[in-house]
T-cell receptor, first 117, second 111 residues
């Protein structure tokens, strides 16, 4: 099966600091990865689409300078929350689509719970 | 863009009963409809999916039906068990584009 690993699974940081979350496809290449944010008892909200070797595409209302995305290889995308504030506390989940696949199937990471004090 | 509506938001059933969750979508070009199960604090897990070239798909106690004309699809769980309790999300996409998720249904199966 296709495995996506996300790290760290949880992180606590002070307000004003930056936090980096990694999303890795372990046994397949992923040209495209997606970053979601999920608040308690709510659905997954797409933040951005990460494309290997190019700039990420951000959804409306998502600040690209605050949520920096880098997809430097076919197996790794990173999300950096810059100058984090308590309102950034949330569950962040990545997903990946196998390169060359037109099926639409996504494989999700375990999620990263961010708490900003 | 695509808009996916999901109902109900919560569903309580007794163990052994059936559960049905319904979704509608707006983009007639959508051709891929997965269903995910998410337990608290964990990643969404794909439980079943259907493509627009079929009307129904079944996998043991889980089935999904698709009505392209009406643009709605449903998840059916028979003989529910307490371990089926979770949040279920429907989603839709077209041509390998991004998935649009419904708002989720919290299913509670009581023993």
């Amino acid at each position: 099966g296709a495995v996506v690993s996300q790290h760290p699974s949880w992180v606590i940081c002070k307000s004003g600091t930056s936090v980096k979350i990694e999303c890795r496809s372990l046994d397949f290449q992923a040209t495209t990865m997606f970053w979601y944010r999920q608040f308690p008892k709510q659905s997954l909200m797409l933040m951005a689409t990460s494309n290997e070797g190019s700039k990420a595409t951000y959804e409306q209302g998502v600040e690209k300078d605050k949520f920096l995305i880098n997809h430097a290889s076919l197996t790794l995308s990173t999300l950096t929350v810059t100058s984090a504030h308590p309102e950034d506390s949330s569950f962040y989940i990545c997903s990946a689509r196998r390169s060359g696949s037109s099926s639409g199937e996504l494989f999700f990471g375990e999620g990263s719970r961010l708490t900003v004090l | 863009g695509e808009n996916v509506e999901q109902h109900p938001s919560t569903l309580s059933v007794q163990e052994g009963d059936s559960a049905v969750i319904k979704c509608t979508y707006s983009d007639s070009a959508s051709n891929y409809f997965p269903w995910y199960k998410q337990e608290l604090g964990k990643r969404p897990q794909l439980i079943i999916d259907i493509r627009s070239n079929v009307g129904e798909k079944k996998d043991q106690r889980i089935a999904v039906t698709l009505n392209k004309t009406a643009k709605h699809f449903s998840l059916h769980i028979t003989e529910t068990q307490p371990e089926d309790s979770a949040v279920y999300f429907c989603a839709a996409s077209s041509g390998g584009s991004t998935l649009t998720f419904g708002k989720g249904t919290m299913l509670l199966v009581s023993p």
